[in-house]
């Protein structure tokens, strides 16, 4: 069975009368999705740049990228859930009447552009982040390599959110093309839809994969021990988690456009794999800075510690050396301490000890990976 935004009249003829007063809806399920993973979100954010901005001062490049994707994926959820409550996207088809219809395109097209520039900012912050660490982890081929992805998303996100404008001529053709009446009596011309957003979740896809994948090649080589393994590894299934919903997403536009004229029941499928996708990235990527801030508030937090571990192993070992130097430098001072009455300073073993040690702390602390 074909399917479209435009059914014909013999399709449309044969749906059944419109329900207006208990008509088949998805509930509140849009509200409780996006209050549930939008609140996680918003809380993650929260911590990281508590932790980044306050806490340590040393906010970087990374940091200011999540902080400008976190507007488009806020407006993002906000929208879907505008259109499925106020607009009826969670009814379907033959039990809306035409300015939801039109209604809902207009919120389609708003929620694309916010979904281009969300998804391109929050994918470049999180490889900024590997960029970062990768001057310390890995060879000058892993740093180019992931400055080519950036370059990559960036032309992505600016290819499509022109083409997103220059999809209709006149532009309010996106919308009123569902309206039968319009369409017959007003000159119009659009892109090929279905192909534009196939190629755009398709690019989305592959993406969500490149960037889960590089911090396995960055931590490749790392000597870890289990604990680690096993918190590294939950950390890739939940960035591969995101790419397994931007596929599903992807059967679903399939669905809207060639499977089903009912397209209001199934595109509510799409914007919510893409609200999720985005929420769900958006708080991973704030994961390794919620040790710093848990820590500061000792509040345990050893699943994140464990990731954040993975990429300060070689800094801690320069740390231990110098440690190892000063205990050496300690037994040379407990064979040459004079007798403590007559110390007139009362520099005794004990203090000298305690004194280094503090120095030691400082000089650990100024070792460790801005997280």
Excluded at 157 to 180: E, K, M, R, T
Excluded at 226 to 243: D, M, N, P, Q
Excluded at 341 to 361: C, F, H, Q, W, Y
Aim: with cysteine; glycine share 6%; charged share 15%.
């Amino acid at each position: 069975m074909p399917g479209g935004i435009h059914p014909p009249l013999e399709v449309i003829a044969s749906w059944p009368k419109a329900n207006t007063t208990n008509p088949e809806s998805r509930g509140s399920l849009s509200i409780i999705l996006a209050g549930v993973f939008g609140g996680l979100a918003l809380v993650a954010v929260g911590v990281r740049f508590w932790a980044r901005c306050v806490i340590q001062r040393r906010a970087g490049w990374d940091d200011l990228f999540a902080a400008l994707s976190a507007g488009p994926i806020v407006g993002l959820m906000v929208v879907f859930v505008l259109s499925s409550e106020v607009y009826g996207g969670k009814l379907h088809t033959w039990d809306n009447t035409l300015p939801n219809l039109i209604g809902q395109r207009k919120m389609a097209f708003i929620m694309e552009i916010l979904y281009v520039i969300g998804s391109g900012l929050l994918r470049v912050s999180v490889l900024l982040f590997y960029r970062r660490m990768g001057f310390r982890e890995v060879s000058r081929c892993f740093v180019i390599a992931t400055w080519i992805c950036i370059a990559t998303i960036i032309g992505y996100s600016l290819a499509f959110f022109a083409v997103i404008f220059g999809s209709c001529q006149p532009l309010h053709a996106y919308w009123d093309q569902v309206n039968p009446v319009w369409a017959a009596s007003h000159p119009w011309k659009c892109y090929n839809e279905p192909i534009h957003i196939l190629v755009a979740t398709s690019v989305a896809l592959v993406q969500d994969v490149v960037v889960t994948t590089l911090p396995a090649i960055l931590c490749w080589k790392l000597e870890i021990s289990l604990r680690e393994k096993i918190a590294l590894g939950s950390i890739f299934f939940v960035g591969y988690l995101t790419a397994v919903i931007s596929a599903v997403r992807q059967y679903f536009v399939v669905k809207t456009y060639y499977l089903s004229y009912d397209t209001t029941w199934v595109t509510w499928y799409c914007w919510m794999m893409g609200m999720l996708e985005l929420l769900i990235a958006l708080t991973c990527s704030s994961l390794p800075a919620a040790r710093v801030f848990f820590h500061r508030y000792r509040v345990s937090i050893g699943f994140v510690g464990s990731i954040k571990s993975v990429f300060t192993k070689s800094t801690t070992q320069q740390s231990t050396s110098v440690r190892r130097s000063t205990q050496a430098t300690l037994s040379t001072v407990n064979l040459t301490q004079p007798d403590n009455s007559k110390d007139p300073m009362n520099l005794t073993s004990a203090s000298v000890e305690e004194g280094v040690r503090i120095e030691l702390d400082q000089m650990g602390k100024a070792y460790r990976v801005p997280m």
